[in-house]
């Protein structure tokens, strides 16, 4: 893993906590890494600066807003304007998430959609509706094992060397 080397173990600490829970109050930050809240709250407006930290969200139930159905779909454009189509894609309120991929698709979007039904009318009507799509192929989500947005800030090193034999 390669980490920005200007980020000390409590800047990971700081970020670890916050991507965790973003409501956390600056003086709680400080208890748990040992600092002044003063100092605590000067890390984190660094890290705000140098865009390490860009956002705070809220993450939200879908199902419990309706939009019950999880689907990726790979979508192939012409290619001779594949970054046209990727603003079009990205416009669809639908689409949480749209990466340029290599291999024979372009793009790759996840997406939420209230039904079945309401996932076949965007494929059918606004997707198609992007000139340059060619093709989409679709896998619905039949449930979910993991989803965890954090990313793993403090990964032990010693955990990819396996288990250690004793004498």
């Known amino acids: 893993m390669s ?9 990971l600490e700081i970020l670890d906590l ?24 000067e ?14 969200r809220t993450r939200l139930d879908p199902a419990r807003l309706g939009f019950d159905l ?9 290619e001779d304007t594949p970054f046209c189509a990727g603003e079009k894609l990205a416009a669809l309120p639908e689409v949480q998430e749209l ?11 996840k997406l939420r959609a209230a039904s079945p ?11 198609r ?5 060619i093709s989409t192929r679709s896998t619905i989500v039949l449930d979910t094992v993991k989803d965890d947005p954090a990313l793993p800030l403090r990964i032990d090193a010693t955990a990819d060397e396996g288990p250690k034999e004793t004498p």
């Open 117 to 127: 039904e309401a996932l076949g009318r965007l494929l059918r009507e606004r997707l």
């Open 99 to 109: 990466h340029h991929v290599a291999g024979e698709d372009c793009y790759l979007l």
């Open 3 to 11: 980490l920005d080397p200007d980020l000390d173990d409590v800047d």
């Open 129 to 133: 509706e992007v000139p340059e799509v």
């Open 18 to 41: 916050l991507q965790r829970n973003a409501r956390i109050q600056n003086a709680e930050i400080a208890r748990r890494v040992g600092m002044a809240p003063s100092a605590t709250l």
């Open 70 to 78: 999880l689907a990726f779909v790979f979508v192939r454009t012409k």
């Open 43 to 56: 890390r984190l407006r660094k890290l705000e600066r140098r865009g390490v930290v860009h956002d705070y």
